[in-house]
């Protein structure tokens, strides 16, 4: 889905977020022929981004008929050719993981990087699409805050996966809404089935990025509960 010769002749349509009125007008649509999607699974040593940018273009599917789909990584950041496409692109779909920050992103490594260079080719580009943030804060730094009011767009609702990434994006006087974790979407209509007895096997996860001592203590309680445990490390 990467690159491919020749312009689409059908794009895509979207529907720009636009100021309420007293009086209720018809919404100007806006075609999008070219669509950028940030990655965040390329390059990333966490299995659970993958799984979620697995789910999230499963839901774009449909939404960009015709449109020309290129993408990039999002922990690499832009090159050379990928700066060529964001220039080209109608809109830039930052695609999940917990790529929001209240601290200054440019100055440490990060799941989205953002070089000073592809600023400009970004600037109100990025929508978000079921995106997270990483830790909960008091303030934004100054600099993030005038970065990622510059980045994202304020033309369209931006999706988040968390109550922290939407109060982030509201601060920063941007529209949001917390639709929750893309793999989550699929039960939209109809919640999965969930067994109604105790089974005697158990699935647990622990991530390397924020180790606690508390998850020995859930080891012992899951031994106590579950005779057989299964570990997916992510």
Not at 148 to 161: A, E, F, G, P, T
Request: glycine share 8%.
């Amino acid at each position: 889905e990467c690159e491919h010769s020749g312009a689409p002749k059908q794009g895509g349509i979207l529907i720009p977020l636009r100021s309420a009125d007293i009086k209720p007008r018809q919404t100007e649509r806006r075609v999008i022929r070219h669509v950028h999607l940030i990655d965040t699974s390329i390059a990333s040593d966490n299995v659970g981004d993958e799984i979620i940018v697995q789910e999230s273009r499963k839901h774009l599917e449909g939404l960009f008929p015709g449109a020309y789909i290129s993408s990039s990584a999002g922990h690499d950041g832009l090159g050379a050719s990928s700066r060529k496409l964001v220039a080209d692109a109608d809109i830039a779909l930052l695609l999940g993981s917990n790529a929001l920050a209240p601290h200054n992103q440019r100055k440490n490594r990060f799941v989205w990087q953002v070089n000073r260079r592809d600023i400009p080719l970004l600037a109100g580009k990025v929508v978000l699409f079921g995106v997270g943030a990483n830790r909960d804060f008091d303030r934004i730094h100054p600099r993030q805050a005038r970065l990622l009011k510059r980045l994202l767009s304020r033309d369209y609702v931006h999706s988040l996966r968390d109550g922290l990434g939407l109060k982030i994006v509201e601060t920063l006087g941007l529209r949001g809404l917390n639709t929750s974790c893309p793999t989550l979407w699929r039960y939209a209509d109809q919640g999965p089935k969930v067994p109604q007895g105790k089974s005697d096997t158990v699935i647990f996860t622990l991530t390397a990025h924020k180790a606690d001592p508390a998850d020995a203590a859930m080891l012992d309680i899951l031994r106590a509960q579950y005779d057989r445990l299964l570990f997916w490390p992510q």
